[in-house]
């Protein structure tokens, strides 16, 4: 059963991040930082999964999740639904290119070049 409701809160997560994303779309100025916002509140928690995935790596877990969001932000303000209409098929590539960006720029305490690495 809880995977049924898990389902139903990821049908209504995508609906309604859908909806905002038109709504911001179509809107200009604070009207539509509003709308974003919102969609990255929606959003937070898969943002939180995918940063999950990296914990335990030697980078504090405050840090990859604070990483985890502002990809998402960038996401949000990157997206185009003209080029699909799957917010997450676009931001979760979005989130962890971040954090691997976080990873490459700050992880290591000696910097071999990147080819080492």
Same mark, same amino acid.
């Given at each position: /059963? %809880?995977? =049924?409701?898990? !389902?139903?809160?990821?049908?209504?997560?995508?609906?309604?991040?859908? #909806?905002?994303?038109?709504? $911001?779309?179509?809107?200009? @100025?604070?009207?539509?930082?509003?709308?974003?916002?919102? %969609?990255? $509140?929606?959003? /937070?928690?898969? !943002?939180?999964? %995918? $940063?999950? #995935?990296?914990?335990? #790596?030697?980078?504090?877990?405050? =840090?990859? =999740?604070?990483? $985890?969001?502002?990809?998402?932000?960038?996401?949000?303000?990157?997206?185009?639904?003209? /080029? @699909?209409?799957? &917010?997450?098929?676009?931001?979760?590539?979005?989130? +962890?290119?971040?954090? +691997?960006?976080? &990873? +490459?720029?700050?992880?290591?305490?000696? +910097?071999?070049?990147?080819?080492?690495?």
């Amino acid at each position: /059963m %809880v995977g =049924d409701s898990t !389902a139903i809160g990821d049908a209504r997560r995508r609906a309604e991040t859908a #909806r905002l994303l038109a709504r $911001a779309r179509a809107s200009r @100025g604070e009207t539509r930082t509003r709308y974003e916002n919102q %969609v990255v $509140a929606v959003n /937070m928690r898969v !943002a939180g999964d %995918v $940063a999950r #995935r990296y914990h335990g #790596r030697g980078v504090p877990a405050d =840090d990859l =999740d604070q990483v $985890a969001y502002l990809g998402l932000v960038k996401a949000v303000r990157g997206y185009d639904p003209t /080029m @699909g209409d799957d &917010f997450l098929s676009y931001a979760v590539p979005t989130v +962890r290119g971040e954090i +691997r960006r976080y &990873f +490459r720029d700050t992880g290591w305490a000696v +910097r071999p070049p990147r080819s080492v690495q």
